[in-house]
């Protein structure tokens, strides 16, 4: 049987493109074999001048403009489409949920006791829009409103590097402190540090900052390492794959616009803070966010702290939106969510590093808490892992 010809136009250049790539390969490993095409190029780059009389089977790509969306059409040829720089072109595509990032993004910066947001992002991409849309409406739900910058993202049109610092700066330092910014990916993150390190702007302490992508080089690189939403391009890449060989085979295929939810946030230092000005409230947080898998309970955290249990309950409702025992279930909760999706340990040795001493009881608590069972969120954020 003829192996399908499927070109991949798909950047190599970054740890995402790379990311795709990888979960691509997963799907074409475990089902029917492709002859795959794939240049290394660079993302946006100019399309081959061969493509529009290239003779293959389909397409997956991430380079798609409005005029190559033209192109696509006129050769008939399947298109999965991955690109989420100009909105919808019409396409078979998949993205990630960008909604669902940008809040994220404000869920962790609000957990950390901010009151005062920035949005830096991109005029330009969609993608960036859609993030902080989310961003936005998670704060406005917390009753808390955000200011924003933004500028293109193209060489043709961005500021020089020293502008584009000097005006990220400036928009910082006009803001209230402390203050938590999302950046609309890793790269804009490393922007945003660069210029607090230049107007000497202390960072987690007068601003925090929460990137996107988790690539761990570039995040390692920030200074200090840049705390960012993980979205799930392998499991993008597997399901673009997935709905290009159906459209190979010409199935009916019910939904052409899929959106594939993020896996969580890699906390590190640029948000590794909270801004409380109650300290005996900042000392309960961080001992319950560094105890809480360990099992403990409210009576643990008050030997902490010179309080009572109603003054810290108290405190707690008024600083952090909820009670002691509440918090230490959402650190647990969250914990157990991130072994779940990234590794394939059973429910059993889960359960115990989660802070449970039964994966029954966990199991309950999950489902209470998350409206799911541990095995509904592990088969949607780790496809590829055992299941209990």
Not at 313 to 323: D, H, I, N, T
Request: glycine share 6%; with cysteine.
């Amino acid at each position: 049987m003829r192996r399908r010809r499927v070109l991949l136009m798909i950047e190599t250049s970054s740890a995402y493109g790379r990311e795709l790539l990888r979960g691509i390969n997963r799907y074409v490993t475990e089902h029917v074999p492709w002859s795959l095409m794939l240049e290394q190029r660079e993302l946006m780059a100019e399309p081959p001048q061969w493509l529009p009389k290239w003779d293959g089977d389909g397409i997956i790509s991430r380079w798609t403009t409005p005029a190559l969306a033209e192109t696509f059409r006129a050769m008939r040829t399947p298109v999965v489409d991955l690109t989420d720089v100009y909105g919808n072109l019409s396409l078979p595509h998949i993205w990630t949920n960008h909604v669902t990032i940008g809040m994220l993004a404000a869920r962790h910066l609000l957990e950390r006791g901010f009151r005062h947001f920035g949005y830096c992002g991109y005029s330009n991409h969609d993608w960036s829009h859609r993030r902080q849309q989310g961003f936005m409406d998670a704060l406005r739900e917390a009753g808390r409103q955000c200011a924003v910058l933004a500028s293109p993202w193209d060489p043709a049109q961005a500021p020089n590097w020293d502008e584009q610092q000097e005006t990220i700066g400036r928009w910082l330092r006009a803001l209230p402190k402390p203050l938590g910014v999302m950046a609309c990916n890793d790269m804009r993150g490393q922007h945003v540090l660069d210029a607090c390190r230049r107007y000497d702007l202390a960072v987690p302490e007068e601003v925090a900052v929460i990137g996107v992508d988790n690539d761990e080089l570039l995040c390692s690189l920030c200074d200090p390492p840049l705390t960012s939403v993980v979205p799930n391009p392998e499991r993008i890449g597997y399901d673009a794959a997935a709905l290009l060989e159906a459209l190979m085979q010409g199935e009916r295929v019910g939904r052409t616009a899929q959106f594939v939810e993020p896996i969580g946030v890699v906390t590190r230092q640029s948000t590794d803070v909270l801004a409380i000005d109650q300290p005996n409230v900042v000392t309960a947080l961080r001992y319950i966010r560094e105890h809480a898998c360990d099992g403990i309970g409210v009576a643990d955290v008050l030997q902490q702290v010179p309080l009572t249990r109603s003054v810290l309950e108290r405190l707690f409702r008024r600083y952090v939106g909820r009670s002691p025992q509440e918090e230490i279930r959402q650190v647990q909760l969250k914990r157990a969510r991130q072994l779940l999706a990234e590794t394939e340990l059973s429910l059993a040795q889960i359960a115990p590093l989660a802070g449970y001493r039964h994966p029954e009881y966990m199991s309950v608590v999950f489902k209470r808490l998350a409206g799911e069972t541990p095995g509904q969120y592990r088969r949607r954020s780790n496809p590829a892992a055992r299941q209990d």
